[in-house]
């Protein structure tokens, strides 16, 4: 079947540090992988974009890869702040026809205590 | 701009009962589309649309329609509520269909069905 995974569990950890959030899948081919965050009572909202050929991508204090061999990737968010605490999603985009779907992960938690 | 407008934010409802969840958008985008979000199953697509006067359904389609008379309105219609459809809906917007650009979503709606 196919699937998204990401940690259902919560990831705290502590300000100043490096928060690395996982995004697995199976049975997809995307073309794509968007990261949105989310917070509560709101909306996602977008924060990045990697296609298949990109190993990475940056932004700011933002880091993706994208590994398509493992089905995997990985969300990086560098000297996190308390102010980043929130739900990250990771979406694959799939090339369908007249339109390309965006599938969604159930996102992790993440908590960053000052 | 306003971006992706929702109403209304909180509704309850009884088993049985019609109503609609209004969605428009001032960014002159294609495509829109309506999510479900429920606790440990990520955002599910239930109906999108390509441009004014055509949909299709997403995953989750049934008990729910909807129309697109113009490009900026989406609304998703619930003719006879259940239970199973107490969720948070949210639309989202993007341009253009066949892109793959980053989604707007709204600020959601929170319905419960009694």
């Known amino acids: 079947s196919q699937k998204i995974e990401q940690n259902s569990e919560a990831l705290n950890i502590q300000e100043g540090k490096t928060a690395t959030l996982t995004c697995n899948y199976t049975n997809y081919s995307p073309a794509y992988l968007q990261w949105y965050r989310q917070d509560p009572g709101r909306g996602p909202v977008f924060l990045l974009l990697i296609r298949e050929n990109e190993k990475e991508k940056r932004k700011e204090r933002l880091k993706v890869t994208f590994d398509t061999t493992l089905k995997q990737s990985l969300f990086h968010i560098t000297a996190s702040q308390p102010a980043d605490s929130a739900t990250y999603l990771c979406?694959?985009?799939?090339?369908?026809?007249?339109?390309?779907?965006?599938?969604f992960g159930t996102g992790t938690l993440l908590a960053v205590q000052p | 701009n306003a971006g992706v407008t929702q109403t209304p934010k909180f509704q309850v409802l009884k088993t049985g009962q019609s109503m609609t969840l209004q969605c428009a958008q001032d960014?002159?985008?294609?495509?829109m589309s309506w999510y479900r979000q429920d606790p440990g199953m990520g955002l599910r697509l239930i109906h999108y649309s390509v441009g004014a006067g055509i949909t299709d359904q997403g995953e989750v389609p049934n008990g729910y329609n909807v129309s697109r008379s113009t490009t900026e309105d989406f609304p998703l219609r619930l003719l006879s509520a259940a239970p199973s459809q107490t969720s948070v809906y949210f639309c989202?917007?993007?341009?253009?269909?066949?892109?793959?650009?980053?989604?707007?979503f709204g600020p959601g709606t929170r319905l419960t069905v009694l």
């Open positions: 979406a694959l985009t799939l090339y369908g026809g007249a339109t390309n779907k965006l599938i």
């Open positions: 960014m002159n985008h294609e495509y």
């Open positions: 989202a917007s993007r341009a253009p269909s066949g892109g793959v650009n980053e989604q707007f």
